[in-house]
C-alpha cells in the first residue's frame, strides 16, 4: 500500500484534504453557468446562474452581473433565502447579442450587501455562439476558410470525425 501510494498518489501526502475547511460568514459562489447552452438560435437570451452559499451566514441579497465581450454588466439584484451550503438557480437579466461567437461572464458580488470573503469563486465564463437561420444550406469545400463562418465541428468524444 505505501508503495502504492509513494507511485501513484505522491501528491496525498501533501494535501490539505485533513485540515478542516473554514468557511466565510458572507461567500457566495458561482457554480456553474445553467443557461444559455454553446449554440443558440435567437440573439436575445436568458442566462442561469447556478449559485451556492458557501459562507456561515444565509443569502438574503446579492448582485449577479452579466457582461458579453467586456460590455457594460447588466446587473440583476437577487433577493431570497439561501441557507448555509445549499444551491439554487438563478435566472437573470435578458441579455442580446449579435452574430458571431462571444464570451459571456457571469460573477456575484455584494452577497447579504457587504463585501465577498472569497471572490476565487465569483466568476466564470462561457462561450456562446448565435447566427441567424438560414434557409437553406450550401458549401462546396472548395474555399480556403473551412469550416467558413457560422460553421463549426462539433466532436464532444474527440474520436475520429470528418474534415475537408
Given amino acids: 500500500m505505501q508503495t502504492a501510494l509513494l507511485t501513484y498518489r505522491p501528491t ?28 443558440i438560435c435567437s440573439n ?10 458557501k459562507g456561515l451566514q444565509s443569502l438574503t ?3 449577479i452581473s452579466t457582461v458579453v465581450n467586456n460590455g457594460t454588466p447588466v446587473n440583476y439584484t437577487w433577493n431570497g433565502n439561501l441557507v448555509s451550503q445549499d444551491t439554487a438557480i438563478v435566472a437573470l437579466a435578458t441579455s442580446t447579442i449579435s452574430e458571431g461567437v462571444h ?12 463585501a465577498d470573503q472569497d471572490k476565487t469563486i465569483d466568476t466564470l465564463t462561457t462561450t456562446v ?6 434557409q437553406s444550406v450550401s458549401e462546396s469545400f472548395e474555399g480556403t476558410t473551412f469550416p467558413p ?16
Fill in 12 to 39: 496525498l501526502l501533501a494535501s490539505n484534504g485533513c485540515t478542516p475547511v473554514v468557511l466565510h460568514q458572507f461567500d457566495a459562489q458561482a457554480r456553474v453557468i445553467a443557461a444559455p447552452p454553446a449554440r
Fill in 44 to 53: 436575445s437570451f436568458l442566462p442561469a446562474l447556478a449559485l451556492k452559499n
Fill in 61 to 63: 441579497s446579492l448582485i
Fill in 103 to 114: 464570451i459571456v461572464k457571469i460573477y456575484t458580488s455584494l452577497p447579504n450587501g457587504v
Fill in 129 to 134: 455562439q448565435y447566427y441567424a437561420l438560414v
Fill in 149 to 164: 463562418p457560422g460553421w463549426d465541428i462539433v466532436n464532444p468524444d474527440n474520436a475520429f470525425t470528418w474534415k475537408k
